[in-house]
C-alpha cells in the first residue's frame, strides 16, 4: 500500500522508515505468495499490473479491517470487555428482546452478553447473588430483598386466559364465574428453587399443576390438560389458529403484567447495561398507544 501511495520502492521505505530491500523483499514474499506479479518491473516508477490494480481494493480492506481490530484491540486492553449480565422472565416477549440485543449489539460490538432467563423471584436473585447486573421481572413478584434490590417501571403486557377447545371449561357459558374456574386444573408457573415465594396472582382454587417452565404450560394447556392465563403475545397464534381458546371471566379482573427492571441499591450500570434498559422500554412505547395516566406517573417517578 505504502508503494502505491508514495509512488516508489524509495518513498515506501522513507515513508515506513524501512529500508528499501525491505520494501522490496517485503513485495517479492508477497508475490510469491499469491503467484501473481503485483508491480511491473520494465518501468522506473512503481506501477501496479493488471493483477495488481484488480487486488489494490482488497489490500487496502484487509489494512483497514487490521487497523480497526487493534483499535478494538486496545480498547478492549484498556477497558476490559464490556460485560451486560440480565436476567429476564420468561413472559417477557421474545421478539422484542431479541430485537433489543441486536440493536445492543449493532451499538456495543465488543460487549459480552450473559443473558439468563428465570421464573418468578429467579431474577432477583441472580442480581442479589451479583451473578447478573439487572433482572427483568414481572412487578407482582415479592421482592427477594427490598432494602437490596431496587425497581423502576418498564412495561405492560396483556394476559389472557385460555385453554384447549377440547377442556370442558372451554364449553362452559360466558362469562364464566369465578367459583367455575376453580373446578379444573389450573396450570401455573412456578419457582421450584428452594425458599423461593410461593404467592401465586389469578390463582382460582386448589386444582393447581405446577410448572417451572412457561413453555411446557404452554404445550399443556394445548393438549387440554388444564386452563391457566399467558401473555397475549404468546398465544396469539394459538387462538387464530383454534388451538386454544379465550376464557371470558365474570367479575374477575386479571390485570396485564407490569414489567420492572430490578438492581441492586447503590449499583451504577455500565454504558451498555443502561442502554439495554433503554432499548427494552422504547420496543414497549413503539409497539403501543400511550401508556395511560397512573402508569406514566408510576413511571416518572421512579
Not at 483499535?71 to 422484542?96: E, L, M, T, W
Amino acid at each position: 500500500m505504502a508503494v502505491c501511495d508514495q509512488g516508489s520502492f524509495s518513498g515506501a521505505a522513507r515513508k515506513l522508515a524501512r529500508a528499501q530491500s525491505a520494501i522490496s523483499h517485503a513485495i517479492k514474499a508477497l508475490e510469491s505468495a499469491f503467484d501473481v506479479e503485483l508491480f511491473e518491473r520494465n518501468t522506473r516508477k512503481a506501477q501496479l499490473t493488471a493483477a495488481g490494480r484488480s487486488l489494490l481494493p482488497d489490500a487496502r480492506a484487509v489494512i483497514s479491517r487490521t487497523e480497526e481490530m487493534k483499535n478494538r484491540a486496545g480498547a478492549i486492553a484498556k477497558a476490559g470487555v464490556p460485560q451486560v449480565s440480565v436476567a429476564v422472565d420468561a413472559y417477557f416477549p421474545r421478539a422484542h428482546l431479541i430485537g433489543c440485543l441486536r440493536t445492543l449489539q449493532e451499538e456495543c460490538p465488543t460487549a459480552a452478553i450473559n443473558l439468563r432467563i428465570t421464573t418468578m423471584q429467579g431474577g432477583e436473585k441472580l442480581v442479589l447473588e451479583k451473578v447478573c447486573a439487572l433482572a427483568v421481572t414481572i412487578n407482582d413478584v415479592p421482592e427477594v430483598n427490598p432494602h437490596a434490590i431496587e425497581r423502576h417501571w418498564l412495561r405492560e403486557e396483556a394476559m389472557a386466559t385460555v385453554c384447549a377447545p377440547t377442556y370442558p371449561l372451554a364449553s362452559t357459558p360466558s362469562p364464566v364465574p369465578v367459583d367455575e374456574f376453580g373446578r379444573y386444573i389450573q396450570i401455573i408457573v412456578t419457582d421450584n428453587q428452594p425458599g423461593a415465594d410461593k404467592t401465586q396472582q389469578g390463582v382460582a382454587g386448589k386444582r393447581q399443576w405446577l410448572v417451572n417452565d412457561l413453555g411446557a404450560k404452554r404445550d399443556l394447556l394445548k393438549a387440554g390438560l388444564g386452563w391457566g392465563h399467558l401473555p397475549r403475545h404468546l398465544v396469539a397464534e394459538d387462538l387464530a389458529s383454534g388451538q386454544l381458546v379465550e376464557l371470558e371471566r365474570r367479575a374477575w379482573h386479571i390485570r396485564s403484567l407490569t414489567f420492572v427492571v430490578s438492581q441492586r441499591r447503590g449499583h451504577d450500570l455500565s454504558a451498555c447495561e443502561a442502554r439495554l434498559v433503554e432499548l427494552l422500554g422504547e420496543a414497549w412505547l413503539r409497539a403501543n398507544a400511550p401508556l395511560p395516566e397512573a402508569l406514566a406517573e408510576n413511571r416518572s417517578s421512579t
